[in-house]
């Protein structure tokens, strides 16, 4: 029997604030014999920057994905300002108020910048519904300008930029929308220090505001104590660690990860010991027969 240190953490159950935007509540997801998430339980505040965290795989993503009406979840009931939230598609999400910025980021390389700022809400003239590409140019500049990334030319394909220009341009579009909830998936994996620090203080700005609450799936500790409020982890497809970020330290929050890490190889040492045993002894089984 594993010793206590290594014990799994306990699961976090339902939780909610009077000033909830989002809760979600035992949602679980399979993917034919893989589970993704088993027990997820999970609520965002108004005006919140909350830190969502895991290992590779932990199903953050999956999570995100399901938020933002991308998948759809096995079991389980989510609320959106206190109302029952079953989107049935992704346009049904930004219906509800729900923005995402994919780890995939969602651009069309052919098309430039401006047009991947107003994709599926492009401004047309009226009442002859041709695009309105001037406008879109002037209100392109101006969000871009607003996060603070330079991109001199917003008329080229998204194609010959940058991967941190490319973040930067998906980031500012779901900005520029009226969403009320943002959903971010790692912001900032693809950005160099500078353009990454222009992403965090955007995210400072807004939490300042208080006009959004977002979710981050973040993996840099540091940027998660600067950036949110507050930190839930998932583990073994449930929340396991959900407190404030002035109530944990990068020091924990390693020792959390290194500690799951460490039961996770002893488990799987002893499923191998396990086979290893039941196959001698059916190879002792077979030559006695």
Do not use: W
């Not at 240190?5 to 909610?16: E, R, Y």
């Not at 660690?241 to 002893?270: F, G, M, W």
């Amino acid at each position: 029997m594993a010793d206590e240190s290594n014990a799994k953490t306990d699961v976090v159950g339902p939780t909610s604030a009077s000033d909830d935007v989002l809760r979600v509540e035992h949602i679980s997801k399979r993917f034919g014999p893989v589970t993704a998430l088993k027990d997820v339980n999970l609520h965002l505040k108004k005006g919140e920057v909350l830190g969502l965290l895991g290992d590779n795989g932990a199903g953050k993503s999956t999570l995100i994905k399901i938020l933002a009406g991308f998948q759809k979840p096995d079991t389980g009931t989510m609320y959106v300002h206190g109302q029952p939230y079953e989107p049935k598609s992704v346009d049904d999400a930004r219906e509800h108020g729900i923005e995402t910025v994919y780890q995939d980021l969602a651009l069309i390389d052919e098309l430039s910048v401006y047009h991947n700022l107003f994709l599926r809400k492009e401004r047309v003239h009226k009442p002859v519904p041709l695009l309105a590409n001037r406008q879109m140019k002037r209100e392109a500049r101006v969000a871009l300008d607003q996060i603070g990334i330079n991109i001199p030319r917003i008329d080229v394909a998204v194609a010959r930029l940058s991967g941190g220009q490319r973040q930067a341009i998906a980031v500012a579009r779901t900005i520029n929308s009226d969403a009320d909830i943002i959903l971010l998936d790692e912001p900032l994996a693809a950005m160099g220090a500078k353009e990454g620090a222009m992403i965090l203080d955007l995210v400072a700005r807004l939490k300042e505001e208080g006009r959004v609450s977002i979710i981050m799936i973040l993996h840099n500790y540091v940027h998660v104590l600067q950036a949110c409020d507050r930190v839930s982890m998932i583990q073994d497809g449930a929340i396991a660690i959900d407190k404030p970020t002035s109530e944990t330290s990068v020091e924990e929050l390693t020792d959390i990860v290194v500690n799951e890490y460490r039961r996770a190889r002893e488990e799987a040492h002893r499923e191998e010991a396990e086979a290893a045993a039941a196959e001698s002894a059916g190879g002792e089984a077979g030559t006695a027969a």
